[in-house]
């Protein structure tokens, strides 16, 4: 995933109603459906879901608890000319402005 919607919800709903809503209000919001969910591994607590609405749940400890990360998975070649256009980018030194 390369940009997507953080969602912070620590209500008393269980996890699926959680994910449920972050995927909601992001198809609301941006007018496509993600394709998966971050989520740290103790706000998923052992919970055997893999999928919810649709969406690929994830377990990652770069996201906080109580914390959904959700959006659109990159797929194959394109994935790969997104890094191949971030570090060509990065690879090319900044231009000098004429004093």
């Known amino acids: ?19 449920a809503r972050a995927v909601s209000f992001y198809a609301t919001k941006y007018g496509r459906a993600p ?5 740290h591994p103790a706000t998923r607590a052992g919970a055997e879901l893999t999928n919810v609405s649709g969406v690929v749940l994830r377990e990652t400890h ?3 608890p109580n914390h959904f990360l959700v959006g659109i ?6 994935k790969a000319e997104k890094q191949n256009a971030r570090k060509a980018r990065s690879e090319t030194p900044a231009k000098k402005k004429a004093a």
């Open 35 to 39: 394709t998966v969910c971050l989520v």
């Open 73 to 78: 998975e990159e797929q194959g070649a394109g």
């Open 62 to 64: 770069a996201i906080l």
């Open 1 to 19: 995933m390369d940009t997507g919607m953080l969602w912070f919800d620590d209500g008393p709903q269980g996890l699926k109603d959680k994910v």
